[in-house]
T-cell receptor, first 113, second 115 residues
Framework: QKEVEQDPGPLSVPEGAIVSLNCTYSNSAFQYFMWYRQYSRKGPELLMYTYSSGNKEDGRFTAQVDKSSKYISLFIRDSQPSDSATYLC?????????????FGKGTKLSVKP | GAVVSQHPSWVICKSGTSVKIECRSLDFQATTMFWYRQFPKQSLMLMATSNEGSKATYEQGVEKDKFLINHASLTLSTLTVTSAHPEDSSFYICSSGQTGNQPQHFGDGTRLSIL
């Protein structure tokens, strides 16, 4: 079993839809959870960064972490064509700047106008 | 704006050539930088951790003599792919984070194509 599992998609939704992206993981020692957005031929761009369980909201984005279920989610409200990208979840045992990030494979999202 | 700058963005060169990739932290001093490799439709895989003023730490299976890392200052780390071959063609990305528990920010990556 891989440490981090993420459905690669592709996921196609109409503009304005609510998007739900998810990752599961096997190691309960993960403490820090991140979501990155990666456009084609670009480096990942940090969207959300959370510690331990709970919810975090930033504009149209909401990140949820459920450590008891080893499950994290990213919700995108009012999705836009510009949200079309690959979304990567990532986790680490220690603080982000010092820790080795373990990535999911990424989910490719397409938002149709 | 970008906090990590990576250069060049794209390199095409002949087999046997050595290629140097630079990674700079723009707004902060980075004692640690990370080098990742990403193959098409795959996720990022950590290659090595670059430590300012000391030797890099390589992940299992990554040849340290082939992927030379130098972190001579608090704002610059370089990755040199020595005697590159077609199988080294990939997307190389660096990252860094400020001290403490700040998240990592990534450069825009370098697409390396070896002919």
């Amino acid at each position: 079993q891989k440490e981090v599992e993420q459905d690669p998609g592709p996921l196609s939704v109409p503009e304005g839809a609510i998007v739900s992206l998810n990752c599961t993981y096997s190691n309960s020692a993960f403490q820090y959870f991140m979501w990155y957005r990666q456009y084609s031929r670009k480096g990942p761009e940090l969207l959300m960064y959370t510690y331990s369980s709970g919810n975090k909201e930033d504009g149209r984005f909401t990140a949820q972490v459920d450590k008891s279920s080893k499950y994290i989610s990213l919700f995108i409200r009012d999705s836009q064509p510009s949200d079309s990208a690959t979304y990567l979840c990532a986790m680490s045992y220690t603080g982000g700047s010092q820790g080795n990030l373990i990535f999911g494979k990424g989910t490719k999202l397409s938002v149709k106008p | 704006g970008a906090v990590v700058s990576q250069h060049p963005s794209w390199v095409i060169c002949k087999s046997g050539t050595s290629v140097k990739i630079e990674c700079r932290s723009l707004d902060f001093q980075a004692t640690t930088m990370f080098w990742y490799r990403q193959f098409p439709k795959q996720s990022l895989m950590l290659m090595a951790t670059s430590n300012e003023g000391s030797k890099a730490t390589y992940e299992q299976g990554v040849e340290k003599d082939k992927f030379l890392i130098n972190h001579a200052s608090l704002t610059l780390s370089t990755l040199t792919v020595t005697s590159a071959h077609p199988e080294d063609s990939s997307f190389y990305i660096c990252s860094s984070g400020q001290t403490g528990n700040q998240p990592q920010h990534f450069g825009d990556g370098t697409r390396l194509s070896i002919l």
